[in-house]
């Protein structure tokens, strides 16, 4: 008996018994405030939550912060006015090198972790959220759910194909334990609350 065979013997021999899974497993999480949470946890991990009434103030207030910026790219259905770049010739990721800011819709935020989830239809090109130098997500403040649990209730991840949650803009404090944000996507992420 080789060594392989005698540790998954044993390993047989020990295994407890089986077990069925709960029928629901899900974590009850309740906040006052899923808005005010929502922006202090997005806060918290660099990010920036604006509360707005309607596009109109979206426009006015991605014209505030990103006024200088050249390269914009829109897949927001209502601010396509704020574009100065079209997606819809783009087959080749890499035509997206230069686009300075990104405005992306958003299906949902989760209060706990400030995470949005956008899938691959919102994006316009699966690698548009990563590769701008700043990200602009758009949502409606009354699809903010308290948890991941709930989270993953509403969305269909096998029925949209590529989807992500993104959580603040990209960081990490690998190296030298030093944060450094911006290090493999956007630098900074603003989300605009339409509430």
Do not use: C
């Not at 998954?8 to 899974?21: D, S, T, V």
């Not at 400030?114 to 919102?122: F, L, R, V």
């Not at 308290?146 to 096998?158: C, G, K, L, S, V």
């Not at 959580?167 to 990490?172: F, H, L, R, V, W």
Request: proline share 6%.
């Amino acid at each position: 008996m080789s060594s392989r065979d005698k540790i998954l013997g044993a390993i047989r021999q020990n295994k407890p018994a089986a077990m069925p899974l709960p029928d629901q497993f899900t974590f009850r999480t309740e906040y006052p405030d899923l808005v005010a949470q929502f922006g202090q946890v997005l806060q918290s991990i660099g990010g920036r939550a604006e509360v707005v009434p309607d596009l109109e103030a979206v426009k006015i207030k991605v014209q505030e912060h990103f006024g200088d910026l050249s390269t914009i790219a829109v897949t927001v259905p209502g601010l396509e006015s704020l574009a100065t770049f079209s997606l819809a010739p783009v087959t080749d990721p890499h035509d997206l090198e230069h686009i300075e800011l990104a405005i992306i819709p958003g299906q949902l935020g989760v209060a706990e972790n400030a995470a949005i989830w956008i899938s691959e239809k919102e994006m316009g090109h699966r690698v548009l959220p990563f590769i701008t130098q700043h990200l602009a997500l758009v949502i409606r403040a009354e699809t903010l759910v308290a948890n991941m649990h709930e989270a993953y209730q509403r969305i269909a991840p096998a029925a949209t194909g590529f989807g992500t949650f993104l959580a603040g803009p990209s960081k990490t404090a690998d190296i030298e334990q030093s944060l450094v944000v911006g290090a493999h996507g956007a630098r900074s992420l603003i989300v605009y609350l339409i509430g």
